[in-house]
């Protein structure tokens, strides 16, 4: 019967290198077939797939940044909104502030009423007033060509006649409590002023020094005022018209 015979130690250390001459070349073998650069493409595919996943990450998590600031930013925006209609409704209210109010347009359109009452007849007029008066009517006709009475007027302590021929003006007024300018009414301005004496009576004339459109004077207790062509200078009437009204006139 055969026995194979052990190897010895020179046989084991024969085997151990052709072992490792073997395993060099398998080496070279799989290295040639590309079997380990496959693997190393399967590395590097490793190393890019993780690249691309943090890229992929980054890209999310600016993704994810964008609606924050794009939430920020209208936030901003709705803030800057609020403010601006505050200040918008701050002077929409200072402009009703400033309105007047719906009283203060009742006063200032309120009008001081009228205290003349007017009348075709004396008899009212010298009653309503208060004050005796007999207009000189024939002598103030002269005074200008076509005049005619138009109306009385009167109120308490004052009563007028009124006389007009369309172009020209004759106001005479008695009272017993207003004078001179006050009563006369005319406020307008003249080139002269003097005064005229009609047999001790003083009267005083304004006008253009020959034609006169205002003369007041007092006679005891009462006051009067003669008013011809108010503001219109050189178109009053003489002295003479003057002295013809005072002489009628009581």
Same mark, same amino acid.
């Given at each position: 019967?055969?026995?194979?015979?052990?190897?010895?130690?020179?046989?084991?250390?024969?085997?151990?290198?052709?072992?490792? !001459?073997?395993?060099?070349?398998?080496? !070279?073998?799989?290295?040639?077939?590309?079997?380990?650069?496959?693997?190393?493409?399967?590395?590097?595919?490793?190393?890019?797939? %993780? !690249?691309?996943?943090? !890229?992929?990450?980054?890209?999310?998590?600016?993704?994810?940044?964008?609606?924050?600031?794009?939430?920020?930013?209208?936030?901003?925006?709705?803030?800057?909104?609020?403010? =601006?209609?505050? =200040?918008?409704?701050?002077?929409?209210?200072?402009?009703?502030?400033?309105?007047?109010?719906?009283?203060?347009?009742?006063?200032?359109?309120?009008?001081?009423?009228?205290?003349?009452?007017?009348?075709?007849?004396?008899?009212?007029? %010298?009653?309503?007033?208060?004050?005796?008066?007999?207009?000189?009517?024939?002598?103030?006709?002269?005074?200008?060509?076509?005049?005619?009475?138009?109306? *009385?007027? *009167?109120?308490?302590?004052?009563?007028?006649?009124?006389?007009?021929?369309?172009? +020209?003006?004759?106001?005479?007024?008695?009272?017993?409590?207003?004078?001179?300018?006050?009563? =006369?009414?005319? *406020?307008?301005?003249?080139?002269?002023?003097?005064?005229?004496?009609?047999?001790?009576?003083?009267?005083?004339?304004?006008?253009?020094?020959?034609?006169?459109?205002?003369?007041?004077? =007092?006679?005891?207790?009462?006051? *009067?005022?003669?008013?011809?062509?108010?503001?219109?200078?050189?178109?009053?009437?003489?002295?003479? +018209?003057?002295?013809?009204?005072?002489?009628?006139?009581?």
């Amino acid at each position: 019967m055969y026995h194979e015979t052990p190897p010895g130690k020179k046989g084991v250390k024969i085997m151990k290198k052709a072992a490792s !001459a073997a395993a060099l070349v398998l080496t !070279a073998v799989l290295i040639g077939t590309g079997t380990f650069s496959g693997c190393g493409a399967r590395a590097a595919a490793t190393s890019s797939s %993780a !690249a691309e996943t943090g !890229a992929a990450s980054t890209d999310s998590s600016a993704v994810q940044e964008l609606p924050a600031k794009a939430s920020a930013s209208a936030d901003s925006t709705d803030k800057t909104s609020s403010v =601006s209609a505050g =200040s918008a409704g701050t002077e929409t209210i200072s402009s009703a502030s400033a309105e007047p109010s719906s009283e203060k347009i009742k006063e200032s359109s309120t009008q001081i009423p009228n205290p003349w009452t007017e009348t075709s007849s004396l008899e009212e007029a %010298a009653a309503g007033s208060g004050v005796d008066f007999t207009p000189p009517i024939d002598a103030a006709l002269s005074c200008y060509d076509g005049l005619t009475l138009q109306t *009385y007027r *009167y109120m308490d302590g004052t009563v007028e006649a009124d006389y007009t021929n369309g172009s +020209d003006t004759l106001i005479i007024r008695k009272s017993t409590d207003t004078e001179g300018q006050a009563l =006369s009414g005319d *406020y307008s301005e003249y080139s002269s002023t003097w005064e005229y004496s009609m047999k001790g009576l003083l009267v005083t004339c304004r006008g253009d020094g020959n034609r006169i459109n205002e003369a007041t004077f =007092s006679v005891d207790s009462y006051h *009067y005022a003669v008013s011809c062509d108010t503001g219109e200078e050189g178109k009053g009437i003489t002295e003479n +018209d003057l002295t013809s009204l005072l002489m009628g006139m009581s």
